[in-house]
């Protein structure tokens, strides 16, 4: 999962100046943030080597994603995502690691946002989606072709992470909307009104596996709140392709996903009926 323009990652404020200062020492070996050190998925497992910002995708003991694999059966609260309705004038692109497509920002702050879930009784506004393949997270170590992450934040800067399956099968509408213009890797193509609430599953079959967990790339900031949705969308095979093929070859030996990290103590809930 991408980190968002506005929310870097959820930490405590003294850990970032200590990492930020290892960051600046004479002469700086580059002109880059040390924060913003350039990254690739040709080997996830050396991230931390590149910058002192991404010692948590080392260290971290909260990591994602995650392979799922004895969930912990518990009632859990719904998500309202009443607030996932339709918007207009969307806008995909390829920054380079995944096809991201970033949600308008309310134009004033007492403005309510464009597109939001409560949870708990708070808002989370809806900034970015975006998309890897294969999935990053497993069930029992069965991935899926694709994965979406919705990334929420709210107010006080807290974030729910919602992932949602995609496999093989009938063309989804609202997905076929981005499918029709993939961007190459650099651009940006135009996708127009989406109805977001047609990029989850139906109502009646939104059962979720949830635990705490990290951004699934640098910096690999923790304190994300993950909702991973069980049952999954569809998308026509040579959709499926198109995908694939943008992010593979050198550059992608895995696709644009990150390994399932060790769980580590962490209890994951489900609602997800037994079978």
């Not at 403005?111 to 808002?123: E, F, I, Q, R, S």
């Amino acid at each position: 999962m991408q980190k968002t323009s506005s929310f870097r990652r959820f930490v405590v404020l003294p850990a970032v100046l200590v990492l930020a200062a290892a960051c600046v020492s004479t002469p700086p070996p580059s002109p880059v943030p040390c924060c913003d050190a350039p990254w690739g998925y040709e080997a996830p497992e050396h991230w931390a080597d590149l910058s002192p910002c991404y010692a948590e995708c080392r260290n971290g003991g909260e990591q994602s994603p995650i392979d799922i694999v004895n969930p912990q059966r518990a009632e859990l609260p719904a998500v309202d995502f009443s607030g996932y309705g339709t918007v207009p004038d969307l806008v995909a692109r390829h920054d380079g690691h995944t096809i991201r497509i970033d949600v308008p920002k309310p134009k004033a702050d007492s403005d309510p946002p464009v597109a939001w879930l409560k949870l708990g009784g708070v808002t989370y506004r809806l900034d970015q989606f975006h998309f890897h393949t294969p999935s990053e997270h497993r069930v029992r170590g069965n991935d899926r072709p694709i994965e979406i992450h919705f990334v929420n934040i709210s107010p006080g800067g807290r974030v729910v992470a919602v992932g949602v399956f995609i496999k093989d099968g009938p063309s989804n509408p609202e997905l076929a909307k981005i499918w029709k213009d993939l961007p190459p890797k650099g651009e940006s193509r135009p996708v127009g009104t989406l109805d977001l609430g047609h990029l989850l599953p139906p109502r009646s079959e939104r059962t979720s596996y949830r635990y705490s967990g990290s951004l699934t790339n640098p910096p690999c900031g923790q304190g994300y709140q993950w909702i991973v949705y069980s049952q999954p969308l569809t998308l026509a095979a040579e959709e499926i392709g198109k995908l694939q093929a943008i992010f593979s070859g050198k550059e992608f030996p895995e696709g644009n996903r990150r390994r399932p990290q060790p769980l580590n103590g962490r209890i994951v809930l489900t609602d997800v009926p037994r079978l």
